[in-house]
């Protein structure tokens, strides 16, 4: 196992470069291609503190390792004895090793006091662990500012300064040079560095990628002032203390000149005892008309008044309001001169990151370099990450009905920094945005609609009156039927206006599908609108069907959900190997509803001959390879099903809920199939990533389809 691990060593030439974000960028493209990915972290930041750089990738999902089976050696040990803290480094490693399909390696950070040979030290340590180097290079100089960390940006030809003295350096050590990736760099020079630095390592033929700066990875959050001023959280919803800060607005001044000089993401420094700038500041957030605040800062250490106290208790307040005893200069200044990092606890930071990755940098060019072994096994992170490459390659439109609930909110963040879909949210903007603004997710870049905009109502409503007038649909009860968002969402697909919806989260199934019924209707040779779920087992991923719409389907209609089951297989790459399933195998049994699965076997070979269909199979001749060379020897299908069809929703729905429990697989769905345009379904207790899933499969139906 240790000679077939591939390793990856990160490293840069001084501090401050992001590298972080570089390291989570190769460990998530990683994930996507191995089932083990491990970390290891040669030289810890601090022996008095945990590694948050060491936490952040280990909260990764699919890394399954220790904090301190990841950490090599400390400086102090660098110091005292190099060699015995570089044999102690490659000895920890190797038990990382044998545990793992893939180890990304984090060089140190530079934390040190006079460490002019660090990167010599890390180039010695990535030789001895066999592993090649992706080297960093900052786009500012070392060291912060003034400012949130900030720093003077530097040409492309000083960029390209670094990378000439560094990879010097590399090579001195016989270090082997993967690619440069030249991070935090200013958006107006992205192709000259990639140019000039080109131009510096050309005789090594690495591959030059740029990264720009992006203000919210630099910013300090919330958490991060209040610790830097001493404070206490003494009003608000402590899961805020995640959001950014853009700006400081210092309020010593009456509340009429403080508000116009609200800025968005701003922290709002104001004297404890007045009281009217603080209310004023929260009537300004909640109003929905101003900038939206990230926080406010109480400084000076005064109590608030009883009153004050009182009338904070009786609102909603879930802007965080800390209260620090510092004056206003000492507290300006911190502010001022904090620097935000790269954490586990930064949500909004963490996507950020992989999205800035996943946009600079072309992963499949990195997986290619690393010669990373394809094993055949598909775990459901593997799977996740694949449907959300798909869906980015598909390019669709989503509308999301439901702007009123916050998983929705948030799971749209997430998905827009990821590039997974454009998104339009249904409601009124000012709420919507308020509302979204309120929990700390970014929507800027979706569109938000109302479902009573004059235009598009009057639009809908005929149309609607159109494809309903064989049931006496009138326009003016149109006009009230197209604002329920479930219709109106449908009617956006129907037009062309959106190429799929996913609603559900706070409305029925029914509510959610039955537009999608009257209104997109069944694909040409499709009778029937079913559903699967994407069982994402340790190693694999298998179909269900149908497990949500079909209560006790014919022989025809469950022909259709094999077809279309098989269908839905091939979109999500997962050859169709069709089962039919019944408590009986091949010819052993008979009875009505043996019969009925048989001739629904029967009519899938007559409309898709090349299909690999069998049935009637029990599902452990179906998945067992060695109860099929009994039960049903011979058989394409038997011990290799991939799509396991059920007679009937009571069997298929408890059989993906049994398989789901016990086997601790992650069933995503109900993906709902048959319809014209994608539309699906989102259970009313759906996580935000339950969501994101669902969007990404609807976009990646949609690419489908219109292809």
């Known amino acids: 196992m240790p000679l077939e691990t591939k390793t990856v060593y990160i490293t840069s030439v001084e501090g401050d470069t992001g590298k972080s974000t570089v390291a989570l960028g190769v460990l998530d493209t990683l994930r996507g291609e191995v089932d083990r990915v491990g970390v290891f972290r040669p030289v810890a930041r601090s022996t008095a503190e945990r590694d948050y750089v060491l936490e952040l990738l280990l909260e990764h999902d699919g890394v399954e390792l220790g904090y301190d089976e990841c950490i090599g050696v400390s400086y102090d040990e660098v110091h005292v004895d190099p060699e015995a803290a570089l044999s102690r480094i490659v000895e920890r490693f190797k038990a990382v090793e044998e545990q793992c399909a893939a180890v990304v390696i984090l060089g140190s950070d530079y934390t040190d006091v006079g ?12 030789a001895n662990l066999g592993a090649p180097v992706i080297l960093v290079l900052g786009g500012r100089t070392a060291g912060g500012g003034d400012r949130f960390g900030s720093a003077p940006a530097r040409t492309a030809d000083e960029i390209a300064q670094v990378a000439e003295v560094s990879t010097a350096e590399l090579r001195a050590e016989h270090a082997a040079l993967l690619a440069v990736v030249a991070n935090r760099v200013d958006p107006a020079i992205l192709s000259a560095v990639r140019f000039s630095v080109g131009l510096t390592v050309h005789d090594q033929a690495v591959p030059v990628w740029v990264i720009p700066e992006d203000p919210l990875l630099v910013a300090p959050t919330m958490k991060n002032l209040m610790t830097a001023t001493g404070g206490t959280l003494v009003q608000g919803d402590p899961s805020l203390l995640g959001r950014p800060v853009f700006g400081v607005v210092v309020a010593g001044m009456s509340m009429v000149n403080v508000l116009p000089r609200l800025t968005e993401g701003a922290v709002v420094v104001v004297p404890g ?10 009537l300004a957030q909640a109003s929905g008309t101003f900038p939206s605040l990230a926080g406010i800062l109480l400084n000076g250490g005064f109590e608030l008044p009883e009153q004050i106290e009182r009338l904070l208790a009786g609102i909603e307040v879930s802007l965080p309001i800390v209260s620090t005893p510092l004056g206003t200069y000492d507290t300006a200044v911190r502010v001022t001169r904090s620097r935000g990092r790269l954490a586990a606890e930064s949500s909004a930071k963490y996507d950020q990151a992989l999205a800035l990755f996943e946009r600079s940098v072309d992963r499949k060019a990195l997986v290619d370099l690393l010669a990373v072994p394809h094993t055949g096994v598909v775990t459901p992170l593997m799977f996740e990450h694949q449907l959300l490459e798909r869906a980015r390659a598909a390019g669709s439109h989503i509308v999301l009905p439901e702007g009123d609930d916050d998983r929705i909110l948030q799971a749209a963040d997430k998905l827009l920094r990821r590039g997974v879909a454009r998104l339009t949210i249904l409601g009124e903007e000012v709420e919507v945005r308020a509302r979204a603004s309120g929990i700390g997710a970014d929507i800027s870049a979706a569109a938000v609609l109302s479902p009573f905009d004059p235009e598009l109502r009057e ?29 109106f969402g449908t009617m956006m697909v129907h037009l062309g206006l959106a190429d799929g919806m ?44 149908d497990c949500a719409v079909i209560p006790d389907p014919t022989s025809d209609q469950l022909a259709d959900i094999a077809l279309s089951s098989s269908l839905t297989a091939a979109q999500f790459g997962i050859e169709p190997r069709v089962a039919m399933l019944s408590y009986s195998t091949g010819a052993s049994g008979a009875g009505a509803d043996v019969e009925k699965v048989r001739a629904a076997t029967e009519l899938v070979r007559q409309r898709r001959p090349g299909l690999p269909v069998d049935g009637p199979i ?24 991939t799509v396991f069809i059920f007679p009937d929703l009571n069997t298929g729905n408890n059989t993906y809920k049994a398989v789901q429990r016990s086997a601790g697989a992650v069933a995503i769905g109900p993906v709902l199939q048959g319809l014209s345009k994608p539309v699906n379904d989102l259970s009313r207790g759906a996580l935000v990533q339950d969501i994101v899933n669902t969007v990404a499969i609807t976009a990646i139906q949609a690419g489908e389809a219109r292809a």
């Open 618 to 641: 029990q599902y452990d001749a179906a998945a067992d390879a060695a109860v099929a060379r009994t039960k049903l020897p011979g058989s394409a299908v038997a011990g290799r099903a």
């Open 273 to 282: 005892d007045r009281v009217e700038v603080l209310l004023a500041a929260l």
């Open 502 to 545: 996913v609603s559900g989260a706070a409305h029925t199934t029914a509510h959610t599908i039955r537009p999608s019924f009257e209104i997109l209707k069944t694909k040409p040779g499709v009778s029937v609108v079913s559903s699967v779920f994407l069982m994402a087992l340790a190693d694999r991923v298998l179909v269900y069907g």
């Open 115 to 126: 460490t002019p040979t660090e990167l010599a030290f890390n180039a010695r340590v990535a």
């Open 459 to 487: 639009r809908f409503a005929v149309e609607y009156t159109r494809l309903r007038s064989h049931k006496g649909m009138t326009l003016d009860v149109a006009r009230d039927v197209v604002t329920d968002v479930s219709y």
